[in-house]
């Protein structure tokens, strides 16, 4: 199209299409792109620092996301806009747990990956939810949401619940503890294995059984037959082999010593013993350590911060480099002796331990997320060295390698909002400029429109009491009522009662919520049918009122019936149902007798 334009003349247009074939051409789609994270993965190290700030940036970022799974071919993408649901629960459980309720209501009959993925990380992140309601979500996840360490943990809340919580006097707990427990054995046993979830233990069968429940039974795992997987025994080394690994290097003295030293750890094979005495982490530490102290007494402080850059840079991109912080944590030991030197030197062994520790299981090639105390202790130390240090790293990542850059976003704006380079700004402005900087970058290579549905975020402002957090995770458990298997519905039905006994303003409030939603005659049936039989003669909440009133007008007859039920339990008036036209055969007989 350039070149048609310019053949007619207009050098204009011609420019305008070319900018745009270049932009679609630099745009996100390269194989494996996982940019998008550098947005979504310091969201929680923002939220620390201005909780309002960082749900702004959610909602933001939340288009990208869902463009970043549509625009690509799926590979290492697929996933994002699960990640990005996983970050609302993180950030603003109140919002996630409503906005999953909403789309569930909304598309009743289908399942949602993104609500499973908010679901479970509400499950995983909300520990100070009040148990009854925590366990009622627990149990609507299914089979899913097994995790042994976070089940007992429940458990064990639910057992220390006050004597006069009507949990007790409701004897709900026996029935939450057996609900919990059915997830380890709802699956049949010829898929049983380590690689279908864990195993019900006897610690979570003690946990249920201190509640007065059954717990789950004992299930011996699938064998495994795959011998691929089988560790195979490290080869006993020749006797040269092993007498080299026993002894230390003979190293020189001063710079030259340190650089020895790493590059003589490095070599070393792939199967040889890692606790001989030559491979020994406590053994480099020293010698670089020693080495350094050496080097500053010698040729003064400029020289030693030279010699860590260098022992950095000889570590490699998968070396040792965590030995950078106990490096760090030993100058700080002689910093009364010289504090300016040690002092700087420490802070520029922490900020390189900081950027050369491959964050994310190693996933990231620069810093990350997972070691900010050594970003934070080289600022409390010496803030312009540290800053100066971590500059350079940022400069050389950039000029660097091929994919060296992934993680130096993340790992500045998480770094910023942990503790500002400049301690004379205000703490969450330098991270969240560089978290702008990227968003505008990320953007441009996103053009188009996300088709996101019912699914959009309005950040909450403010902070959220835990009861309204409590509320909107109820809604969530009884809006998995939408779910299409039998099995989601029946434990919806088993959360519903539990709540309606033990927690009835939350039961209420939620059941008005799902109420509200076109579901069909038999799940709208079902849940009124819980309704009658948990609140007997308990006051009803006006928004449930409410809607019962709107329900027993309903075309539908089953419904139209319990709802005036649960009204004339309450002592509420039941509205007539509404006029309807007659059938036409009916019509048509009345219509005969009426003749002369």
Same mark, same amino acid.
Request: net charge negative.
């Given at each position: 199209?350039?070149?048609?334009?310019?053949?007619?003349?207009?050098?204009?247009?011609?420019?305008?299409?070319?900018?745009?074939?270049?932009?679609?051409?630099?745009?996100?789609?390269?194989?494996?792109?996982?940019?998008?994270?550098?947005?979504?993965?310091?969201?929680?190290?923002?939220?620390?620092?201005?909780?309002?700030?960082?749900?702004?940036?959610?909602?933001?970022?939340?288009?990208?996301?869902?463009?970043?799974?549509?625009?690509?071919?799926?590979?290492?993408?697929? /996933?994002?806009?699960?990640?990005?649901?996983?970050?609302?629960?993180?950030?603003?459980?109140?919002?996630?747990?409503?906005?999953?309720?909403?789309?569930?209501?909304?598309?009743?009959?289908?399942?949602?990956?993104?609500?499973?993925?908010?679901?479970?990380?509400?499950?995983?992140?909300?520990?100070?939810?009040?148990?009854?309601?925590?366990?009622?979500?627990?149990?609507?996840?299914?089979?899913?949401?097994?995790?042994?360490?976070?089940?007992?943990?429940?458990?064990?809340?639910?057992?220390?619940?006050?004597?006069?919580?009507?949990?007790?006097?409701?004897?709900?707990?026996?029935?939450?503890?057996?609900?919990?427990?059915?997830?380890?054995?709802?699956?049949?046993?010829?898929?049983?294995?380590?690689?279908?979830?864990?195993?019900?233990?006897?610690?979570?069968?003690?946990?249920?059984?201190?509640?007065?429940?059954?717990?789950?039974?004992?299930?011996?795992?699938?064998?495994?037959?795959?011998?691929?997987?089988?560790?195979?025994?490290?080869?006993?080394?020749?006797?040269?082999?092993?007498?080299?690994?026993?002894?230390?290097?003979?190293?020189?003295?001063?710079?030259?010593?340190?650089?020895?030293?790493?590059?003589?750890?490095?070599?070393?094979?792939?199967?040889?013993?890692?606790?001989?005495?030559?491979?020994?982490?406590?053994?480099?530490?020293?010698?670089?350590?020693?080495?350094?102290?050496?080097?500053?007494?010698?040729?003064?402080?400029?020289?030693?911060?030279?010699?860590?850059?260098?022992? /950095?840079?000889?570590?490699?991109?998968?070396?040792?480099?965590?030995?950078?912080?106990?490096?760090?944590?030993?100058?700080?030991?002689?910093?009364?002796?010289?504090?300016?030197?040690?002092?700087?030197?420490?802070?520029?062994?922490?900020?390189?331990?900081?950027?050369?520790?491959?964050?994310?299981?190693?996933?990231?090639?620069?810093?990350?997320?997972?070691?900010?105390?050594?970003?934070?202790?080289?600022?409390?130390?010496?803030?312009?060295?540290?800053?100066?240090?971590?500059?350079?790293?940022?400069?050389?990542?950039?000029?660097?390698?091929?994919?060296?850059?992934?993680?130096?976003?993340?790992?500045?704006?998480?770094?910023?909002?942990?503790?500002?380079?400049?301690?004379?700004?205000?703490?969450?402005?330098?991270?969240?400029?560089?978290?702008?900087?990227?968003?505008?970058?990320?953007?441009?290579?996103?053009?188009?429109?996300?088709?996101?549905?019912?699914?959009?975020?309005?950040?909450?402002?403010?902070?959220?009491?835990?009861?309204?957090?409590?509320?909107?995770?109820?809604?969530?458990?009884?809006?998995?009522?939408?779910?299409?298997?039998?099995?989601?519905?029946?434990?919806?039905?088993?959360?519903?009662?539990?709540?309606?006994?033990?927690?009835?303003?939350?039961?209420?409030?939620?059941? /008005?919520?799902?109420?509200?939603?076109?579901?069909?005659?038999?799940?709208?049936?079902?849940?009124?049918?819980?309704?009658?039989?948990?609140?007997?003669?308990?006051?009803?909440?006006?928004?449930?009122?409410?809607?019962?009133?709107?329900?027993?007008?309903?075309?539908?007859?089953?419904?139209?019936?319990?709802?005036?039920?649960?009204?004339?339990?309450?002592?509420?008036?039941?509205?007539?149902?509404?006029?309807?036209?007659?059938?036409?055969?009916?019509?048509?007989?009345?219509?005969?007798?009426?003749?002369?």
């Amino acid at each position: 199209m350039a070149r048609v334009s310019l053949a007619a003349g207009d050098p204009a247009e011609a420019r305008r299409c070319w900018n745009r074939a270049a932009r679609y051409m630099a745009a996100y789609g390269s194989h494996k792109d996982s940019t998008i994270h550098e947005l979504l993965d310091p969201l929680p190290n923002l939220a620390a620092a201005d909780p309002d700030q960082a749900r702004t940036r959610l909602a933001r970022v939340q288009p990208l996301a869902y463009l970043v799974a549509q625009r690509t071919d799926g590979r290492s993408t697929s /996933a994002t806009p699960h990640d990005w649901w996983r970050r609302l629960a993180d950030l603003d459980p109140h919002a996630a747990a409503d906005l999953a309720a909403d789309v569930l209501l909304a598309e009743p009959g289908l399942p949602d990956g993104l609500v499973d993925a908010a679901h479970l990380q509400l499950l995983a992140v909300q520990a100070t939810a009040d148990p009854v309601v925590l366990a009622a979500l627990r149990v609507t996840a299914g089979p899913g949401g097994r995790h042994l360490d976070r089940d007992v943990a429940l458990l064990d809340r639910l057992a220390a619940l006050a004597p006069d919580d009507p949990a007790h006097a409701a004897g709900v707990l026996p029935l939450l503890a057996n609900a919990l427990s059915a997830t380890y054995d709802d699956q049949p046993l010829i898929y049983a294995s380590d690689a279908d979830g864990p195993e019900p233990t006897t610690v979570l069968r003690d946990a249920a059984h201190r509640l007065g429940g059954d717990g789950p039974p004992p299930r011996t795992p699938k064998p495994d037959s795959n011998s691929s997987s089988e560790r195979r025994a490290r080869a006993p080394a020749d006797i040269a082999t092993f007498l080299h690994a026993q002894q230390r290097p003979a190293l020189p003295p001063g710079a030259v010593g340190a650089v020895a030293a790493v590059r003589d750890h490095g070599s070393k094979p792939y199967n040889d013993d890692p606790d001989a005495p030559r491979w020994s982490a406590e053994a480099l530490t020293n010698a670089i350590g020693w080495r350094l102290m050496q080097v500053a007494a010698d040729n003064g402080a400029d020289a030693a911060a030279q010699l860590l850059y260098r022992v /950095a840079d000889e570590f490699g991109a998968l070396g040792a480099t965590a030995l950078l912080a106990d490096v760090g944590a030993g100058l700080e030991l002689r910093r009364d002796t010289d504090p300016g030197t040690f002092d700087r030197l420490a802070s520029v062994a922490h900020t390189l331990a900081f950027a050369k520790i491959r964050g994310g299981g190693g996933r990231l090639t620069f810093a990350g997320r997972d070691r900010l105390d050594l970003w934070q202790r080289a600022q409390a130390l010496d803030a312009a060295a540290a800053a100066a240090t971590l500059a350079d790293q940022v400069a050389s990542a950039v000029a660097g390698r091929r994919y060296g850059t992934i993680g130096v976003t993340q790992a500045l704006v998480a770094a910023f909002a942990a503790r500002p380079p400049d301690p004379t700004r205000p703490a969450p402005a330098d991270a969240l400029a560089c978290w702008d900087a990227a968003f505008a970058v990320i953007a441009h290579r996103l053009p188009g429109t996300a088709d996101i549905g019912p699914g959009t975020y309005e950040p909450t402002t403010g902070p959220v009491v835990q009861c309204n957090i409590d509320i909107a995770l109820s809604r969530l458990a009884l809006a998995t009522l939408a779910m299409p298997e039998r099995a989601d519905r029946r434990r919806t039905l088993v959360a519903a009662t539990v709540m309606l006994a033990a927690r009835p303003a939350e039961a209420q409030a939620a059941a /008005a919520r799902v109420l509200a939603a076109d579901l069909g005659a038999g799940p709208l049936t079902w849940l009124l049918r819980v309704l009658s039989d948990g609140l007997r003669d308990a006051p009803l909440a006006d928004d449930l009122a409410a809607q019962l009133v709107t329900l027993a007008r309903s075309d539908l007859l089953s419904v139209r019936v319990e709802a005036a039920n649960v009204l004339a339990a309450a002592g509420l008036p039941v509205p007539d149902p509404p006029a309807t036209l007659a059938h036409p055969a009916l019509a048509c007989a009345i219509a005969a007798e009426d003749l002369p």
